[in-house]
T-cell receptor
Framework: DAKTTQPNSMESNEEEPVHLPCNHSTISGTDYIHWYRQLPSQGPEYVIHGLTSNVNNRMASLAIAEDRKSSTLILHRATLRDAAVYYCTRPRGSTLGRLYFGRGTQLTVWP | EADIYQTPRYLVIGTGKKITLECSQTMGHDKMYWYQQDPGMELHLIHYSYGVNSTEKGDLSSESTVSRIRTEHFPLTLESARPSHTSQYLC?????????????????FGPGTRLLVL
């Protein structure tokens, strides 16, 4: 089953780190893990992606477990603008572009 | 920054009307997608296209149709709108990542169209 599992919601205080977990236990060896986030009244936006090793960019870090069955999106210092729904996605089947999005994790950031 | 546009952003329309939701991208991406999303729910792929004159149905059955006559344009049409079509419709396009690998594509989304059918 090409699904991912994420907590429905998480909370953080501003300026604190946030670790958003995702389980993808049935992922294949060649499936990339992508994270997107959706701000209110907007379409999802790309955050980061990776295959096996940890990845960093200006928005976040992605830590991928050695067995690739889970990953964690890390926001190093949460801001109020980071409040969004975060989706961990993986390919659904072998057709290009068919991603499983799930319901994601609603992140609330408190001032 | 992604350049993908959707119009209208909001649409309220009566039952039985024909509507077309517009989606355009200026990135030259071959692959484009339409998703449907209800509040608080997951995104469901309803249509996708790998290029001009290529369209396929997605994972969620939809009464809408799409066309791809130009690379940059991927409109979605409902011939006869019904209240059950009320939802948010998101358009996306994608590019393959630096590895050139099949699974490394990144999707870029438009702002969405919120449709309310009365």
């Amino acid at each position: 089953d090409a699904k991912t599992t994420q907590p429905n919601s998480m909370e953080s205080n501003e300026e604190e780190p946030v670790h958003l977990p995702c389980n993808h236990s049935t992922i294949s060896g060649t499936d990339y893990i992508h994270w997107y986030r959706q701000l209110p009244s907007q379409g999802p936006e790309y955050v980061i992606h990776g295959l096996t090793s940890n990845v960093n960019n200006r928005m976040a870090s992605l830590a991928i477990a050695e067995d690739r069955k889970s990953s964690t999106l890390i926001l190093h210092r949460a801001t109020l603008r980071d409040a969004a729904v975060y989706y961990c996605t993986r390919p659904r089947g072998s057709t290009l572009g068919r991603l499983y999005f799930g319901r994601g994790t609603q992140l609330t950031v408190w001032p | 920054e992604a350049d993908i546009y959707q119009t209208p952003r909001y649409l309220v329309i009566g039952t039985g009307k024909k509507i077309t939701l517009e989606c355009s991208q200026t990135m030259g991406h071959d692959k484009m997608y339409w998703y449907q999303q209800d509040p608080g729910m997951e995104l469901h792929l309803i249509h996708y296209s790998y290029g001009v004159n290529s369209t396929e149905k997605g994972d969620l059955s939809s009464e809408s149709t799409v066309s791809r006559i130009r690379t940059e344009h991927f409109p979605l049409t409902l011939e006869s709108a019904r209240p059950s079509h009320t939802s948010q419709y998101l358009c996306a396009s994608s590019e393959v990542g630096t590895s050139g690998s099949f699974g490394e594509e990144t999707q870029y989304f438009g702002p969405g169209t919120r449709l309310l059918v009365l």
